[in-house]
């Protein structure tokens, strides 16, 4: 294992400091929020085909029946420790664009992950960050969860997917909701790209937007359900890595969105008893919950057990599969709650990284 990075890479990595709370543009309705304990009404189908744009902006992903977790690419049930199987909905590629070849490399890879759901993946050409971005459609709104780092038409390609959905499902208007799993810059750079488009809502970045538009009054505590039609997904608080930061669980998929709370890379904490009481809060939400994956916001880990890329690095070659699942939350919440002081801890799939 090579020499970690000083906590200021670190600081760098994590995308800064926190932009000042803004409530964003909003047009539009919003979606129903609730504190009962609902659950989504439709169920999604296993899809193996993909979405693409126009090139050079898009490409076409290619999903693969094999578990082979060196292609990234996993269809078997997944075991979760405390709630048992649910067969996964939904496919994951066998390769993620890695900027090995910036000559050819589109600017955002779209995958249709199952019928209802998208997972875009921006260009390590593009930014170092090579951030994920979580498209959910419901019958009456879609949420995109977070915007990317810049210097790519994330609004053009979402709209695009919104459009391709929406004619599908009878060609009536469909809301976007813009959101983000946390307000560091890379998530968030393409926000006001969104802003004024019809048919438009947007969450805000910081504490008071986040819980404003998800009805939270009781934050970090308080978890609640926003419905997107027929689809209602659970919105947990997570401050720690950053203090806005929240994990959407989706029953539909059975996959929890973790943002950068937890994926396969260093996991830098900025608020280190927040974010124990986040883990733990977020295992005890799912315990009695069927969860097939955990999908986080990055990798930056290699497919050598405990090796990490290196900071700012422009290209992953050989890299860890986007997927985790529920035994590597425990393994994180055991992790961090036995440690009396914080300390940097290697693990095979992350790294515990307090800042």
Same mark, same amino acid.
């Given at each position: 294992m090579r020499t970690l990075w000083t906590p200021l890479l670190c600081v760098l990595a994590c995308g800064g400091e926190e932009p000042a709370a803004? !409530?964003?543009?909003?047009?539009?309705?919003?979606?129903? @929020? @609730?504190? *009962? +304990?609902?659950?989504?009404?439709?169920?999604?189908? =296993?899809? @193996?085909?993909?979405? @693409?744009?126009?090139e050079p902006v898009t490409t076409t992903s290619t999903t693969s029946t094999s578990d082979d977790s060196s292609t990234g690419s996993t269809t078997s049930a997944t075991t979760s420790a405390t709630t048992g199987v649910q067969e996964c909905a939904g496919e994951l590629p066998a390769h993620w664009i890695d900027?090995?070849?910036?000559?050819? %490399?589109?600017? /955002?890879?779209? &995958?249709?992950?199952?019928?209802?759901?998208?997972?875009? #993946?921006? *260009?390590?050409?593009? *930014?170092?960050?090579?951030? $994920?971005?979580?498209?959910l459609f419901g019958s009456e709104r879609a949420l995109l969860l977070d915007t990317g780092d810049g210097n790519i038409p994330i609004d053009d390609i979402v709209h695009?997917?919104?459009d391709d959905w929406s004619q599908a499902h009878g060609g009536a208007p469909i809301e976007l909701v813009v959101g983000n799993t946390h307000a560091h810059g890379d998530? /968030?750079?393409?926000?006001?790209? $969104? /802003? +004024?488009d019809a048919d438009t809502s947007i969450v805000g970045i910081g504490e008071a937007a986040v819980r404003q538009f998800f009805g939270i009054d009781a934050w970090p505590e308080q978890i609640v359900q926003y419905d997107l039609g027929g689809r209602v997904l659970d919105i947990v608080p997570l401050p720690g890595h950053e203090k806005a930061h929240i994990a959407v669980y989706d029953p539909a998929t059975g996959v929890v969105f973790t943002? !950068?709370?937890?994926?396969? +890379? #260093?996991?830098y904490i900025a608020d280190f008893p927040a974010y124990v009481a986040s883990i733990g809060r977020l295992v005890d939400h799912?315990?009695?919950k069927e969860v097939c994956r955990v999908l986080? =916001? &990055?990798?930056?880990?290699?497919?050598?057990?405990?090796? !990490? $890329?290196? $900071?700012?690095?422009?290209? &992953?070659?050989d890299e860890h599969p986007l997927e985790l699942?529920?035994? &590597?939350?425990? %393994?994180? #919440? !055991?992790? /961090? %709650?036995a440690m009396q002081e914080p300390v940097i801890e290697v693990h095979d799939d992350f790294i515990v990284y307090p800042l």
């Open positions: 803004s !409530d964003g543009t909003t047009t539009g309705t919003t979606g129903t @929020t @609730t504190t *009962s +304990g609902t659950t989504a009404s439709t169920t999604e189908g =296993a899809t @193996t085909t993909t979405t @693409t744009t126009a900027g090995i070849d910036c000559g050819s %490399e589109p600017q /955002v890879q779209v &995958h249709q992950y199952s019928a209802d759901t998208w997972i875009l #993946r921006q *260009s390590l050409c593009t *930014s170092f960050e090579g951030p $994920f971005m979580m498209l695009g997917l919104v998530h /968030v750079a393409g926000n006001d790209l $969104f /802003v +004024g943002g !950068d709370t937890l994926y396969p +890379g #260093r996991l799912l315990a009695d986080g =916001a &990055h990798i930056e880990m290699t497919n050598t057990p405990g090796e !990490d $890329f290196e $900071f700012m690095q422009a290209s &992953h070659p699942d529920m035994a &590597h939350l425990l %393994e994180l #919440r !055991d992790a /961090v %709650e």
